[in-house]
C-alpha cells in the first residue's frame, strides 16, 4: 500500500503562513480534480529512486473552482505544496521562507525544527507545476536545475516539477 502525500495539512509542521499553505493546497485540489478523482497513485522520483504515494484531497466545489480559474497560477501555486510534502517525506525538509527574486528559487526549505532565522541549513527549493506530458515534466526539471545554479543564492538547491495530469513528482538537487 503506497504512502500518503499529505499536502492538506503542511500548516502543522512547515513554518509558512498557514492561509498561504491553504490556498496552495487549494490551488492543488482543483488541478489534481482537472484530471483524476481522489485517490490517485503518485511517482515520486528523486536520486534515481522511485516511491509511490496515495493521493487524497478533499472534493472541491464550485466556487472553490472559480477561484483558481486560472491555470496557470494554480499549477504555479499547487505544485509548491505538493514539493513541499515530498520534500518533506523523502529529506526530512520542511518549508521556513519565501526566496527573494533572483535566487533562482521560490522557497527555503531546512530539516524539520531548524529556526526560520537560520538559512546555513537550507536549502533553496525551485518549483514547478505542469500538465504536460512525462517528457515535459523532465525537460522541465532540467530548466529548474538550471535556473537554481544561475540564481544569485550561494544555499545549496533542489529543483521540483509536479505533473498533476501525469501523476509525477521529479525532485533533484540543483
Known sequence: MPKPLRFEDLAERHDIDPHQLQGYANAAK???EAHHTPPVD???TSKGETVVYEVKWAPCDDKLRRSYNNADDAKRDGAYVMAFAAVEDLE???SIARAE???GADYYVAPSGTSPADLESAFRL????TDG???EVH???KDKQEQARKGTGAEPAIAAVVGFKTKLILLERA
Do not use: I, N
Open 30 to 32: 482543483v488541478r489534481l
Open 42 to 44: 503518485f511517482e515520486v
Open 92 to 94: 526530512g525538509m520542511v
Open 101 to 103: 527574486t533572483k535566487t
Open 126 to 129: 525551485e518549483v514547478s507545476g
Open 133 to 135: 506530458t512525462p517528457a
Open 139 to 141: 525537460r522541465r526539471l
